[in-house]
């Protein structure tokens, strides 16, 4: 009887987790940069990238139940550079998170981030084993991490501070790496200030809630609306960029703001096109001073 119910339980746990995949992860893996004799079995970097697909896609990561058309999209991008063992990488990887705008056919990225540290071992023999709160490997770590974030990033823009219990999850995952793994992305020591655990530090930050509660109000109340009120559309925008600049005087360098204009310099100039001449001027102003990389850019604003 026992192993019936065992049986059983793992049946409701398979139907559970299928009608509660929130992702729709797109996953690539680069071998480009190995050498020639890393990269000739291309069975195994199939089956690698098969398995951190299923584990994004298949594993029920909320309680929230989502219908096929409302997963998030998001395409995880990993460049692998170097394998200094059978089955042992150095790499990168660039993640990027979409919603759609509603009334329209565009698609916003919501997270544009570059993880310069993604190193990790996998083997075909070595399973994906997850667990809160317990530490298993780099890659499973990761891509859990991974998880959370676009699960906060994703809700922080449909209600004020909805990412919370994620971003929680996400900064206890970096809490269990760092006692165990040498990796330097889960370290606040990083000096550059631009991995993992910058990241989650960000958004769980007191400091950070303005642009938060303005991450949410610029999508649900402008971006969702501009199509009927372009006008209001660029009041939340100016109204982030102000929450942003007073953050920035506070926290130069934060990762979370730089990964915002990686994904919404296009974006913004765009909204901001649309304006007045002062307006135009204003914007102007503020994204060249916040974002100084990208200044030929907005000086469309001004013609």
């Not at 809490?175 to 200030?193: E, Y």
Request: overall charge neutral.
């Amino acid at each position: 009887m026992s192993r019936i119910l065992f049986f059983i339980s793992l049946l409701m746990a398979s139907i559970g987790a299928l009608q509660a995949q929130e992702l729709n992860c797109t996953v690539t893996l680069n071998t480009d940069q190995l050498a020639a004799a890393q990269k000739a079995d291309l069975t195994y970097f199939n089956q690698l990238r098969g398995v951190i697909s299923e584990f994004m896609n298949n594993r029920r990561w909320s309680t929230d139940q989502f219908a096929p058309n409302e997963k998030i999209n998001c395409t995880l991008t990993i460049n692998l550079i170097q394998s200094t063992a059978i089955g042992v990488f150095k790499g990168n990887a660039q993640l990027s998170v979409t919603r759609p705008v509603y009334g329209s056919n565009y698609q916003t990225t919501t997270l544009s981030f570059v993880d310069r540290n993604f190193d990790f071992s996998w083997l075909p023999s070595q399973p994906f084993f997850y667990r809160e709160n317990q530490y298993s490997d780099d890659l499973t770590q990761s891509l859990a991490f991974y998880a959370n974030v676009i699960l906060a990033v994703d809700y922080d823009s449909f209600s004020r501070q909805g990412g919370n219990v994620y971003i929680q999850r996400a900064f206890q995952i970096v809490n269990v790496a760092q006692a165990v793994s040498d990796n330097g992305a889960w370290s606040a020591q990083d000096n550059s200030r631009r991995n993992r655990y910058w990241l989650i530090e960000n958004l769980q930050n007191q400091q950070v809630t303005p642009f938060r509660d303005g991450f949410y109000a610029y999508h649900r109340l402008g971006l969702d609306a501009f199509a009927s009120n372009p006008i209001q559309a660029r009041k939340y925008t100016m109204d982030l960029l102000t929450s942003i600049r007073q953050i920035t005087l506070q926290k130069p360098g934060a990762v979370l703001l730089n990964s915002f204009f990686d994904a919404k310099s296009d974006e913004l100039l765009n909204i901001m096109a649309e304006g007045t001449r002062d307006e135009r001027k204003r914007a102007f102003d503020m994204l060249s001073f916040l974002d100084p990389g990208k200044t030929e850019n907005y000086r469309r604003l001004l013609n």
